[in-house]
């Protein structure tokens, strides 16, 4: 599976995105998606997940309520919708694909995107 973010880019605080995340190669509608974010000096960090049907998901804490995973397995991409921006949430964003069922371990996933960079500025 390959895997391609985008939709990153630099956003006031307050403010929304989408991140896409769009999949090749093997059969998409039969892995877990998940979305980790990075920035600097701290480690990969859980953001949210979506089993493979779509009728389960996940949110770390601190995006609950803020930020919605979603999937169309016919266009074969995940999505995040991410609204109330806070400077906090400036980091490399990455998607993931994993084989097990639905889990907010990074090590768990199999395949890995590439990363968006999404900057909130104050």
């Known amino acids: 599976v390959q895997l391609q973010a985008s939709g990153g880019g630099l956003v006031q605080a307050g403010g929304s995105l989408r991140l896409s995340c769009a999949a090749s190669g093997r059969t998409f509608s039969s892995y877990a998606m998940g979305w980790f974010r990075q920035s600097p000096g701290k480690e990969r960090e859980f953001v949210a997940a979506?089993?493979?049907?779509?009728?389960?998901?996940y949110y770390a804490d601190s995006v609950k309520g803020r930020f919605t995973i979603s999937r169309d397995n016919a266009k074969n991409t995940v999505y995040l919708q991410m609204n109330s921006l806070k400077p906090d949430d400036t980091a490399v964003y990455y998607c993931a694909a994993g084989e097990l069922p639905v889990t907010r371990r990074a090590y768990e996933y199999d395949y890995w995107g590439q990363g968006t960079l999404v900057t909130v500025s104050s």
């Open positions: 979506i089993s493979w049907s779509g009728g389960s998901t």
